[in-house]
């Protein structure tokens, strides 16, 4: 590795699937990303249906990408700009070691 890369991590509401694939598609496109659902679980019960608050889980979107060190504050931006108070919650890793097999 050249430079440094990140694994960018994005628990994403259902409802933003679609935008985010769009937003992602738009910006990250020398790694591609991966797409999946999660159950969040938080003891805050902001935002969340009866339903979620009875079964302690709300469903998610997780998304993962691999960003260069020079694309990242790229994407970050992005998607503050574009989804801003959305309740996107997102952690970025530095990446060991990456590869096929």
């Known amino acids: 590795m050249n430079s440094k890369e990140f694994l960018v991590t994005l628990n994403v509401p259902v409802s933003l699937e679609e935008a985010i694939v769009d937003c992602l598609l738009i910006l990250e ?24 608050q009875v079964s302690g889980r709300q469903k998610r979107i997780r998304f993962q990408m691999y960003v260069s060190e020079q694309g990242l504050p790229v994407l970050l931006a992005q998607l503050r700009s574009e989804f801003s108070g959305a309740g996107i919650k997102y952690w970025v890793l530095p990446v060991i070691e990456n590869g096929f097999i």
Not at 40 to 52: C, Q
């Open 29 to 52: 496109s020398e790694y591609g990303f991966s797409s999946f659902p999660v159950n969040s679980h938080d003891h805050k019960n902001k935002g969340l249906s009866l339903a979620e």
